[in-house]
């Protein structure tokens, strides 16, 4: 679709801004002619009958922008709001909607570079060769000049990408003079017709002819510090990464004007992508912004709170999308099946009992050992729930009632607490009430496993949370603990660290989601919820602090660090779970991109070649054991 | 009580039967021998003979015949499937487990590539009680059906229960 020079409408006005052209002449090479508009083939004739000329051709792209002016116009808060209001209020002479892709194109224009104090008009003109040649080395131009001709003065090529989203300029500090001007269609001719950086930057390399590239030079000299901005999306996708670090460091330095306007342009920028990282960028956007808009949040505005039943809700969907929990399941559960060979009564405590998915395959896989099942208890912990306190006792129940059918002897218990710091050995270790075959020290001592799942790195809010919650494991005694945690750092002392790693940590689970998700339904739905899932672990890492930021993640060696300071030692994860693992992995259909991977014997379960999820096992140091139960064989 | 309806058709019944002393009994018209043949079978082939007749498609869906399918591919035999089959019938039974989890496995993994396919059969009645219990949950709150196995791509799961 070539769009040709239009704006017989603003014959008269300033030279007559034109655009359209390059995502438009790039298909049609041979038609260079960006002559008087040519304006009238095929008008959409639905919106003409309501005033609006539109060419059939452009309805495409008219309708992207106009997103895009929606989304400019709904971001553009706080700061610019009322000079924006004020300035288009005011200026409505230079428009005419009639002409929808002109319009449009003016007020983002305007948007985008923000309203005036006017400049006085920067030497717009001089095409200097030697800029054209850097112009042209910076941008890659095609030796397309002869398409373009006219240029060298006011009018601004704007060119509209063809595809979707343009990528918008980075100014990287507000302070800058409105941006080098903006341009304005039409009328005031003193006002300043500099290239607004974000219409070079739309302007699609390949095609720039050497009078856009003049212009850009005059730009680029008007304002120095711009930087010379091209626009195709993987420039664009650099640029985003850019502004999201930028914007960190802006953070970290509370420069908070500058990072509020870093955090404009990326949700500009993010829109230029597609996938993945537009989503990352989307969600890293909004935590940046929560951060430097309410620096202390209460109560963990959207960020830790909401119910109970709504986070297990996105869990459960994140576990049907994606394979991470269900290798942590998978995993976890082969270490505590192989720690429990040969045990008549075993007995797992599980930090994070959510919905119970990890027990069912650990109960059949009881069921199925040679020699029978052992009886089997289990105690699920959980946090309070605010509307329904039940939720643990049905996990429960439902428990019980597939252990019956596989006729596993299974006792349950739920406990609610707050935080797992609350817990006591004695709560862990104590016997039902109903437990009432005499078996005070009895015939055979419990084997005791400790599961937890995504659990710990909560613990590390609070100090000191973490030693007595592993001082209360060890007293418990078990014969296997089972630690399933993220692999990344997320915990580090200075936010700028923190937010450079969790930028790579989600990019590689956002691209690993996007590579799996099944075509139906049910499958979008799950993908789209496991998105929001890690949305709010995003926003918990990056705009909260203190006792709120609950997603603490630190990597594999630190928590090896940790147990063993805690006096466990590492039991390695045998063959036979990681056969499992890479079997399941291959079961999905998305599965090239998963490795799972052995290292000293913990498993982990990366994205191509990033760890994402790191299972290992533990036990009590045998120093510190002493005592019959733990001296049975494993 | 032969009414006087019957009495012609037993004659015939009975004259029918004489010619076949005649001819050799055929293979195929005996369930229990259709079992043992049917049960060496892989999963989508059986599922076709189940769709030859009314006698075949009785003989496939027999639970023994599909436990020897997936018996296929266990390296324990018949030990292990003594101790399984109530775990398995409890969970859903053979013809569940296989089309539901071991199948679609064995179709995703390909042909080679998998040394212990008995390893394909634990991790696939693990998944199998995986979606027992989540469709025990479904049920009380009124979910569709468990997405857990979407992932070995079913597309929309009928439901069979």
């Known amino acids: 679709m070539k769009r040709e020079h239009q704006d017989t409408v603003h014959g008269g006005r300033g030279g007559g801004g034109w655009y359209g052209m390059a995502a438009e002449i790039e298909h049609e090479k041979g038609k260079g002619t960006m002559g008087a508009g040519t304006e009238d083939g095929d008008v959409d004739e639905l919106l003409a009958a309501l005033g609006y000329k539109v060419r059939s051709s452009d309805m495409a792209d008219v309708a992207q922008k106009l997103e895009q002016l929606e989304m400019a116009m709904g971001s553009s808060a706080a700061a610019n709001d009322d000079a924006l209001l004020s300035h288009l209020a005011a200026d409505t002479v230079h428009y005419n909607p009639s002409d929808l892709s002109t319009w449009v194109d003016n007020i983002l224009s305007e948007l985008n570079a923000p309203p005036p104090p006017l400049l006085p008009p920067p030497h717009l003109t001089a095409p200097a060769p030697a800029a054209l040649d850097h112009h042209q080395h910076h941008l890659d131009l095609s030796p397309s000049a002869a398409e373009q001709s006219t240029i060298t003065t006011v009018d601004l090529p704007t060119v509209p990408r063809r595809t979707p989203a343009n990528a918008y300029d980075l100014k990287p500090l507000p302070a800058l003079p409105a941006a080098a001007g903006r341009i304005t269609y039409g009328s005031d001719p003193q006002s300043e017709v500099a290239p607004s950086p974000r219409d070079r930057k739309r302007m699609k390399i390949s ?30 996708g650099i640029r985003l990464v850019h502004a999201l670090l930028a914007c960190a460091e802006a953070v970290q330095q509370e420069n908070l004007k500058a990072a509020d306007t870093l955090v404009k342009q990326i949700s500009m920028l993010a829109t230029s992508q597609g996938g993945a990282m537009r989503k990352v960028a989307g969600y890293f956007a909004e935590a940046l912004a929560r951060r430097i808009y309410r620096p202390h949040p209460r109560g963990g505005v959207g960020c830790s709170f909401d119910s109970v039943a709504f986070d297990d809700m996105l869990h459960m969907h994140f576990y049907e999308s994606c394979p991470y929990l269900k290798f942590a399941h998978f995993t976890a559960n082969q270490a ?16 994070g009992m959510r919905q119970g998915l990890q027990w069912p395959a650990l109960l059949q896989a009881l069921a199925l050992r040679p020699g029978g099942p052992p009886s089997f208890r289990l105690t699920g912990i959980g946090p309070p729930q605010p509307d329904n306190s039940d939720a643990l006792q049905e996990v429960g129940w439902k428990l019980a009632q597939l252990a019956e059918t596989i006729r596993v002897d299974f006792r349950y218990r739920g406990f609610v607490a707050a935080s797992l710091a609350d817990l006591e050995s004695y709560m862990l270790l104590g016997k039902d009430s109903d437990d009432c075959s005499a078996e005070g020290e009895d015939e055979e001592p419990e084997a005791v496993a400790v599961n937890s799942v995504l659990e710990l790195h909560r613990l590390l809010a609070r100090p000191g949370a973490i030693e007595k919650v592993l001082g209360t494991v060890r007293a418990v005694r078990p014969r296997i603990v ?34 799996g998700a099944s075509a139906d339904n049910a499958g979008g739905r799950d993908q789209a919820m496991s998105e929001v899932y890690l949305g709010r672990q995003i926003c918990n890492v990056v705009a909260c602090e203190g006792t709120e930021r609950t997603e603490r993640h630190e990597t594999l060696d630190q928590w090896r660090g940790r147990m063993s300071g805690a006096g466990f030692e590492p039991v390695a994860i045998g063959s036979n779970a990681f056969k499992q693992a890479s079997m399941l992995l291959a079961l999905f259909s998305g599965g090239d991109g998963y490795r799972v991977e052995e290292k000293d014997g913990c498993l982990t379960l990366g994205w191509h070649t990033r760890p994402l999820i790191a299972t290992s096992a533990w036990r009590v140091a045998a120093a510190a054991a002493g005592d019959p139960i733990s001296s049975t064989a494993r | 009580m032969s009414s006087a309806y019957e009495q012609p058709l037993l004659l015939q019944q009975r004259g029918r039967e004489a010619e076949e002393e005649e001819t050799l009994a055929a293979i195929t018209d005996n369930a229990d021998l259709m079992a043992e043949v049917l049960g060496r079978l892989d999963g989508r082939s059986l599922a076709a003979a189940g769709c030859v007749c009314r006698l075949w498609a009785a003989v496939s869906r027999r639970e023994s015949v599909w436990e020897a399918v997936c018996g296929q591919h266990v390296a324990g035999g018949a030990a292990a499937g003594a101790q399984a089959r109530p775990v398995v019938a409890a969970l859903g039974g053979y013809r569940r487990l296989y089309r539901l989890c071991l199948g679609p496995a064995l179709d995703r993994l390909g042909a080679g590539g998998w040394p212990a396919a008995r390893l394909s059969l634990s991790l696939s009645l693990s998944l199998f009680s995986i979606e027992c219990y989540e469709r025990r949950l479904g049920r009380e709150r009124g979910h569709p059906l468990p997405a857990s196995l979407l992932f070995l791509g079913h597309g929309n799961p009928v439901d069979v229960s």
Do not use: K, W
């Open chain 1, 482 to 515: 089972t630690v399933v945690e993220q692999e990344a750092n997320h915990n580090g002392g200075a936010f700028q660290e923190r937010f450079t790693e969790a930028l790579h940590y989600y990019s590689t689970m956002f691209d690993s989601l996007e590579g």
């Open chain 1, 207 to 236: 095609n720039l002819p050497s009078s856009s590239s003049s212009t850009t030079d005059a730009a680029t000299s008007a304002s120095s510090t711009l930087p010379v901005v091209v626009v195709d999306s993987q420039e664009a």
């Open chain 1, 336 to 351: 505590i099946l192989e720690a429990f060979a040969g045990c008549r009564r075993v007995h797992v405590v599980d930090f």
